[in-house]
């Protein structure tokens, strides 16, 4: 830990963390100070001019802007609490905010969460001194102009940028977030701030499409409403929403999220169900950034899903799903048992715990067919399988193609929320020489297709259990209350129930503990929302000995 | 007075490889270009001008051929476009009439100017005549207001009766001056239809080294040691009692400063030497101060030699300094106190004495300037 | 044409007048490049870097792009012969309304620009210097292109300069059409191959500038008066002017002034003899703007004592700036002079900090709505109240200055705006403003 450092606040000493600039000082001291153009994960602009602070200086006080003003030890500052000159420096550019902005938020998606709408109810001025018999100036782009009813040119408005993003550029604000985010994280720059002064407005290059895996971020970092995902747009008006921080299940460097869902339990609130995902800031593992398919994956949780069991593909209800596995795994002679990577760690600690309990009629296979893919350096490691070190860790191998090869060994598979057949069809057929197959899946996949017995399970979204990611960090799932059949089970708790032992939550946790000696000091308090990082083996079994002499 | 319409003005037959066709006469002053800085991306505004000079205007595919030029992303090279407002997004008319309209040039009779071009063209400012000769334009000062208001025709300025062709102190652009060019570039314009270019980089060398490690280029950087090495500047001293302080300015990068005294100003020997990096202060020059003790009465001289790393710069000028006895400071106290100095032992009076001698000598120090 | 009073060496302007001074062949009889001369009583080669900066730093001269910074400061703590090449850009983008003292020395004296920028690159070590000239000065350009073929020819360019070992090249770099390239940082984007948006500060230029590394921006009479300090020593220099504000300094004067043009003046001389030198002041002098538009105006009482220095102005809350003075008589209307400065910085606003994008512009909005004929009571208030929100608050001093000639007409020709919100009520009081935007095609 770095030593923290003095500095003044508003004439009260305080001690925060070094190296940062003063903005990041003030949050971290509890003076809510306003940023539009600064964010955390991209370089500075400064020139929004929102976030001026009094600073004393050499030649006295002066007003500067904290986001570009690195903290020195001892350093006197005055904010919004003590100055007026604070004050009125922001409410002034607020005004100037708004000069140009339409102003639409009833019909604009970013309402609720937009920096604008929040600052200028805070910051801003009480009654506007815009004049009305003074015209706005917000042309934006000749390609997208037009004119309203009042004969005054407009900003283009729901611009068809790309694929995926919508822009409207009256409402943009000019902060060049998004510009930094292509040029500087993206690393291709497909955004820029053309012509200047009140013309300024944002564009690709004319013509052409906005276009990169990761451009949904763009609307992300974007402060207001200007950059919008299609995918959202008047789908859900934010304060309906609720946040579950979660982790991508698709990618073993496992993104931190939050899952945006409607509980619509209140009167007049649209549906309820997972409406977004959003990339949740963490500085060790995915800054602020999400790829774009990650973030689509909470359509795949209303599609398709498995919500009883299935004999044979023939509906039936969850307990009799149960009452037929148990009965095959009963039967059985020798049972193939394949863990899974998708899976949480808790989950994994279940079948484990089923293999012990059914000894040697029981054998242990694992590992993934999807391919491994190179990371990008942003929000991906390139790695589908996104605990494929939890199953490291628990020891678990790494030999699905041995049982390819062993098939008629087996007269019974059994696999937890893993596609085996849509990883790898070809290779997959081989089992389907194995006569009883069961399946606990939360889709109705393929492989659930293949199922002699399938029985629905919760999927990602709704379970909670942890994960470690690629860096050995161990990182948490929370379940959000939007499972569509309440019934159902999260896999640790199906396995458990099958194996007669019937955990609870804190069973599950303490049986993934006893396996794996680096969890010893580690709880799901510990892991909290940005996940822990584990020490190696190596440092654990040195302790470990260091412990015995 | 917009741009609307950009988009429809593109001309439909170009291409990417037709740009890079008719840009393949300029592929001379693009090679110079690449060589003159160490980016290719510096070139941009210069390859836009080019684009300029081959099309008379820059369209987007024209943006885009030089954003190939100058590594940068298509739009990069769009919105530095946009930025300036002297690359012309639309096919332009033959002659492009700038008027300032800045507060000069504004009392200068700018409006009036303007006026009477408006209805000479028959056109308003921000449009282009029907036979495509001329546009006109409200400019912001073009610094030229000594002879306001303003005037550019293309590139050249107003300054001066068409005749002469030169610039003319204190002459003020007139309506007759501007209506006789309108006269003449009409004339010009039935006598020569086809348009002509001109070179937007104002005729650059073509053969230059280049920048050094830029692509393309053959320059060689500079040697560290293409100058003199930085001797000590500004010798002073002052002193009395016996006691002198010498001061000198040193480069920052000196790394060794060898204070050298003599009697007659003729043999000089070393008799200390300074390491500059254990004074502090901000980067730049540095005073370094040296004390040294001679008889009272005598004159002595001294001078500097700087060091950099090991070249060793030819020694300052000397400076002569005579140190008289001040009656009020009490010599034998002194001497001690310097004594203990030398051997390292704390002496408890020690700073406020030797501040006190400091002050003292500033009054009587008899300071000569170098040597006559 | 007498450009200079009685007594006054022609630091700058000595070729101004001489037929084809700025050929190589006359410059040269006129002493130009002697300074360059080598061996014994070498004023250049030969002689440390070290003490060619110290010789400009004691000669006190000052920026004259408009900050007035001490040149030999600003060298002094640019890091010499480091891992990364030291670049020296000139400052040619002469757009401060009202200015064109560099567009003369461009265009009648390039010689004295290239011989102080070899003089300046020597002492700090450079070995690419670029000039970066504004867009509209095409004919400058060519004459600045025609003499460095001049000094290459001549062997004063290139590699191995007149046998010393050193080298330089000089490169012109054309801008395009925008007044924000003259601040500093804003030029060093521009000459990069980007929009020209000033950057933030810290790193200044001197340490990390043109292609991240030390880069030293100097207007064109800055250097243009060296060659003059290394021929005459920099006590001479000093020895003009006052003791804060050392040497001569061009002036180009224009409005109603009987001799409009550039004039060559010992900083410190009393301004109304200034005027007399330029002809004396048409009709009744009601004030003056000192420095270029972005300096606070004078009224006619303050002209009355003013002397042309950096002191003196700032004492008078204005600023020398960039010798562009502009005296206006009575029959004036300063409304209608603040309106064209108001439209001037926000169309050359860059467009980055909010306060100056959005401030600028609505400024001018509501200046042009006086102007037409549409204000209300409390504009006047109002649109002070702007120019305070986004004086200093700004990354560059683009915003500020727009505030300070605001404030500057706002205070000093208040009667005037006052009488136009007294019109406000009858139509068609004023005109009409829509038209007045420049640009239009592109
Ligand atoms: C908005 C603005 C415009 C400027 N325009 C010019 C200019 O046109 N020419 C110039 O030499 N300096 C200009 N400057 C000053 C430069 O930033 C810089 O101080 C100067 O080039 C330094 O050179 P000097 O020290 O020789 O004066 C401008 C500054 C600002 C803030
Ligand atoms: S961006 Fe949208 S929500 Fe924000 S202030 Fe503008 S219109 Fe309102
Ligand atoms: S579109 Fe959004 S992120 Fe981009 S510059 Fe505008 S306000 Fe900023
Ligand atoms: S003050 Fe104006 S010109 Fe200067 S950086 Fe800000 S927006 Fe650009
Ligand atoms: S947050 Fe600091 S200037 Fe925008």
Redesign the pocket.
Known sequence: MTDKIQITIDGEEHSVTPGQQLIQALWEAGVDTPNFCYHEDLSIAGNCRICLAEVEGPRGWGLMISCHMPIRPGMNVRTQRSSEKVVNARKGVMEFQLVNHPLDCPICDKAGECKLQEHYMSDGRGESRMRDDIGKQYAGGPDHQSCDRKGQTRGGKHIDLGDRVLLDQERCISCSRCVRFMREVAGDEQLELASRGDHTYITTFPGEKLDHEYDLCTTDVCPVGALTGKHFRFQQRVWFLKKTNSIVPDDSLGANITIDYNEGQREGAPEYGVYRLMPRRNPDVNKSWLHNDSRMLYTQLTENRLTEGLKHGEPCSLAEANTAMSAALASAKKIAIVASGHATNEDNAAVLALLEKLGDRAELFGGSWLAVGEGDGIARSGDPVANRRGCELLAIPDNLDQLCERVAEFDCLLTVGHDLWAADAEKAVALEGISERLVFSAWKDATASRATVAMGVRAWAEVRGTMVNCNDRIQMLQACPICPNDELMSIWEAVSELSGVEWDSAAAWKAVKARVPQLADVSYRSIGALGQQLVSEAAVAASAESAEV | MSKVGIAEVQPQDLTLEGVAERMSKHQARIDELVRRYPVKRATLLQVLWLIQEEFGWVPRLGIKWAAGIAEVSPVHAFAVTEFYTMYKQVPPARWHIRVCQTVNCLIQGSEALIAHLEEKLGIACGSVTEDNLFALERVECLAACGNGPAVQIDDEFLYGPEELNQHEDGWHTQAADVDRWIERLRAEAAAHPEWETVDQLGGIILDSLGHPGAPKASGSPNQETYAAAPPAINLNAEGANGKITVHALIAPECSKLVFERSDDDLGFSEVGAIDPSTIKGPPGPKTVTFDDRVDIGKTVYYRAIAHSGNRVATPSSSIAITTEARPEADTEYNLKVLSDEKSGKENGGKKEVNADIAQASEKTANKEEGKK | MKRTPENCPQVLSALFDVTDGHTMSVAAEHGAYSRLETGAGARIFGRSQFEIIEDVFASGI????????P?GM?WRFVPRNGEKPVYLVI??????PG?FK?HFIMDRDPHSLIEGMIIAGYALGVRTAYIFVRGEMLPQIRRLNSALQEAYEAGFLGENIKGTGYNLDIYVHRGAGA??C???TA?INALEGCKGQPRLKPPFPAISGAFESPTV????E??AALPWIFEHGPAAYKALGTSMSPGTKLFSISGDVAKPGVYEIPLGMPMKEFFDLAGGVVGDLAGCIPGGS?SPVLSSDECDDATMDYECMKELGTMLG?GAVMPFNTTRDPVLMLQTLTRFYSHESCGQCTPCREGTGYADRVVDAVVAGKGRMGDVEFIQDLADQFEWTTI???AT?DAWAIGGFLKKFRSYFDAYLDKSDEKDAGRDVASLQPGGFW
């Open positions: 000052r920026g004259r792009g408009g900050a007035g910074f040149t600003k400052n040619a983008d002469e757009g401060e200015t560099d007044y924000i003259g601040e500093e030029l921006v100097n207007n064109v800055t250097i972005s960039s560059c001093p683009l200055a």
